[in-house]
């Protein structure tokens, strides 16, 4: 039993299906105990055919404070709440709801620019570079939009839908201004190479980029959040190239999730500072 519960504690859901290997709950309820918040999170399993009649009943419980969201309903998520972020309109997804105390959901996704914080936080700020990301699901949408609004001198979009990949780089495009196309996943001349694929994963999994292209000095993010290395950068190590894993991004997404839900919350060894590093639409997070 959580020793905090009371009759007024607030209650925080994470849904999607599967959820065995979910580290939301246990990062929001240290964060809860830690800030002595009458507060607790909890894993929901709601599966592909079960979001209308979950929501039908959840929208009922006057003490949901948020819902943290994961696959497979990002998408479906956009027709459920009632007000979009910035971000959930721009990338077509949610990964956080605000439940607010009118009885409105507020829907956001900071995958983009979590990947982008994480990256400053690391001193690999995008800004005046030439990028490579290789994925343009879910996640690679969103980053593709934060590192263009960061400033990047260019970006190249490559997925193995190359006409997911071209929707997506005229889209992002018009909306940021940034030098944006469609092209291969040749890494070779790159400043920022970015996996945002599933590649990787599984030791099995074939390399997103051929490494042996890779030139010493680029910076290789590889967005998984395991705690091994991932072939990709191990690959790139041997090449002579920085790289980054999926810790930052993970840090940087729980940062802006959890100020948008009304915590002021910094990650672990994170200062204050650098919490507060300029991002696109940083205004529209907080309440």
Known sequence: MHPGITGS???????????????????LNK????????????????GQGELAD?????????????????????QKMLAVVDELHPTARQIGAI???????????????????????????????????NVLLVGAG????????????AGARSLTISDVDENRAEDLAKAVANETGCITRSGPPDPHGYEIVINATPLGMSKNDPMPVDSERLEPGTLVVDIINSPDSTPLCDAARKRGCLTQDGSPMH????????????????????TDADAELPLRSADDISR
């Not at 925080?12 to 246990?26: C, V, W």
Request: hydrophobic fraction near 50%.
């Open 95 to 129: 990964n956080v709801i605000r439940c607010e105390t009118d009885g409105r959901w507020v829907g956001a996704v900071f995958d983009g620019l979590g990947c982008v914080l994480g990256m400053q936080w690391e001193g690999h700020d995008p800004a005046n570079k």
């Open 9 to 27: 504690t607030r209650i925080y859901g994470l849904i999607g299906a599967p959820l065995k290997s979910a580290k939301s709950p246990m990062l």
């Open 54 to 74: 979950f929501v039908r009943g959840i929208r009922a419980v006057s003490n949901i404070a948020g819902l943290l969201v994961t696959m497979p309903h990002k």
């Open 31 to 46: 964060l809860f105990a830690e800030a002595q918040a009458n507060a607790v999170c909890i894993p929901l399993e709601v």
């Open 251 to 270: 840090k940087g997404q729980a940062l802006l999730a959890l100020r948008f839900l009304g915590f002021d919350y910094c990650p672990e060894n994170v």
């Open 138 to 149: 879910g996640a690679g949408r969103a980053i593709a939009f934060a590192v263009a609004s």
